[in-house]
């Protein structure tokens, strides 16, 4: 496939490929801090791309409880 004409690139889907590609690169998972920095995204994206993606059931969120009762 040849490649496209940069006029009709979707930043945002670029991102969201990037954050499964770099995830399936460390299966055991992680943090939303750590994607933003390695993928020098922002916060902000990096949440909505990660809560789409868990609300499609491409990832699903592994909550770690402190041991705070």
Do not use: C
Request: charged share 25%.
């Amino acid at each position: 496939m040849e490649k496209a004409d940069e006029s009709y690139k979707v930043p945002n889907l670029e991102k969201g490929i990037a954050v499964l590609e770099y995830l399936s690169l460390h299966s055991s998972g992680k943090t939303l801090q750590e994607i933003k920095a390695d993928l020098d995204i922002s916060q902000t994206t990096a949440y909505r791309i990660l809560n789409t993606l868990v609300r499609l059931d491409y990832l699903f969120l592994w909550k770690i409880r402190s041991g705070i009762n």
